[in-house]
């Protein structure tokens, strides 16, 4: 829980932040502040300061449920992911000085594993690998960043809604997702990274991104775990990536104004 507050709390600093900035970087054709909404944002969706990316990573998340062992003297154990992938893509414009958006899809895949939960360190209940749950995303982020975004190297926070689809391989008879629906959830993201120029055109973004979620366990046709009487069901599932993201900028970079020097016979 400490790793989430720590988002949200760097999400919202860097949202808000707004930095003092040089004469050369406003001299840029792009505005800090809208100004009117026609010509200062819906112009700039028209612009050339759109961007596609890809990206790739790993992800956690919290644990799915607790269960009491089929003999109660045994103990409990946890239903849990271990580290899984995340690749994905996307593609964004930045309308405003120090302001986004972007619209990404990503795909995860995650093993399932149960653990032992008795608190003296037992691997009596442990079971690697009783399937695979896999899910796909599309997101659609507002993005603050804290320099202005030609800046070479910018940290930034998102805020953002995101849609989530469930699928799971079941490799055990102790997790199945037959009868199931496809679970679905709608839910909020926070993100904080940091951008870093490489060329011209091409940039990197390296960045860790909290989201939350229904748990696919629980609910009406939700995946099911047949490995005994569920103790705690949580409604709620946090998941946790660490990114890192290719991106390549449309159009051209404008140089700053630069006021002529007058010469004086």
């Not at 809208?34 to 700039?44: E, H, I, P, S, T």
């Not at 490489?198 to 990197?204: A, E, R, T």
Request: contains cysteine.
């Amino acid at each position: 829980m400490l790793k989430s507050r720590w988002l949200v709390v760097a999400s919202i600093c860097s949202l808000i932040a707004t930095p003092t900035i040089s004469k050369a970087q406003l001299s840029d054709s792009t505005k800090a502040e809208a100004q009117d909404f026609v010509r200062d944002v819906l112009r700039a969706l028209l612009g050339p300061n759109w961007n596609l990316f890809a990206q790739g990573g790993a992800t956690t998340s919290d644990r799915f449920l607790l269960q009491q062992a089929a003999n109660p003297i045994d103990g409990q154990r946890a239903l849990e992911s271990a580290t899984g992938f995340a690749i994905g893509g996307g593609a964004g414009v930045d309308i405003l000085l120090r302001t986004g958006f972007r619209a990404s899809y990503t795909y995860t895949s995650s093993t399932l594993n149960f653990r032992t939960n008795n608190g003296d360190g037992s691997k009596a209940l442990n079971i690697d690998d009783v399937g695979t749950l896999k899910s796909q995303t599309m997101a659609l982020e507002l993005i603050r960043y804290m320099l202005p975004w030609r800046a070479s190297i910018n940290p930034y926070g998102t805020l953002g809604i995101q849609g989530t689809w469930w699928l799971l391989d079941g490799k055990s008879p102790l997790v199945t997702g037959i009868g199931a629906a496809t679970p679905f959830s709608v839910s909020p993201l926070f993100s904080f990274g940091f951008q870093f120029k490489v060329i011209q055109k091409f940039s990197g973004r390296l960045e860790a991104t909290l989201n939350s979620g229904h748990n696919p366990f629980t609910g009406n046709r939700s995946f099911r775990s047949f490995a005994g009487p569920v103790i705690d069901e949580p409604t709620g599932l946090n998941r946790t990536s660490f990114r890192l993201a290719a991106v390549y900028h449309f159009g051209r970079s404008k140089m700053p104004s630069v006021t002529p020097t007058v010469t004086h016979q």
